[in-house]
């Protein structure tokens, strides 16, 4: 009996062991969505998810990439958690819609403010802010640590590398994608040379050649019932 069971037993314990490890890896920080398009603003959510088993997660900061700098956070509050958002100056301004922007967010930082609030074992929460403009295309890293109550912290800095393995900690990646150019006035109003063309033609013809067909169409209507009656007449007589 012993023998028997013993190659199933071996296999669910694989099998255990194999969706603990996959669960353990797919619990990362991430940003979500993780694609964006570019030149816009977007909001953004960083998903915080406590791997511990012991401990609670209770602070966390995210660092916004200095090569694509966001000259603006606006930060969704979040119930038992306070925050701040810390800027840094820039030694290349940046232009936005406001004109010249001389410095952008460096980081910002949540921190619960009880216990009750803390991010518990086998728990996660998210943490929403509206950002921009985006770059016009790329990728942009967002590096983060999260703070434990045991005092440990968890660094989600490694960078993630086109095939090769995910690294243990990666940093949440937000892909941006080039903005559609919009279709220009002349294909979408129809002002252009070659949509007035047909329309001119068309308002120009009502008082000439555009009666013309409904004119033919009555005489032939009239023809064709004369000449069934004259030949009715014709087969009467005979």
Known sequence: MNRTFAVPAVAAAALTATFALAGA???????????????????????????????????????FPEDHP?????????????????????STP???????????VQKI???????????????FDEFDVSVGPLPNSGTVVFKALQYYTDGSV???????????DEPEHPAPVLSITAATAAPSADATSGSGATADATPMSATTDDDGDSKAPLVLSILAVVLAAGSLALSVVRRKRS
């Open 109 to 123: 930082v949540w921190t619960a403010t009880s216990a009750a609030s803390q991010i518990k074992p086998g728990e």
């Open 154 to 164: 968890v660094r989600w800095i490694e960078p993630s590398v086109a095939g090769q």
């Open 94 to 104: 940046i232009t936005s819609d406001d004109g010249q922007v001389t410095e952008a």
């Open 25 to 63: 890896a797919s619990a990362h920080v991430t940003v979500n969505p993780n694609m964006a398009t570019g030149g816009s603003y977007s909001k953004l959510t960083f998903r915080v998810p406590t791997e511990s088993d012991t401990a609670s997660t209770k602070k966390v900061v995210v660092y």
């Open 70 to 90: 966001f000259a603006s956070a606006s930060v969704k509050p979040h119930p038992g958690w306070s925050f701040t958002v810390k800027d840094h100056k820039l």
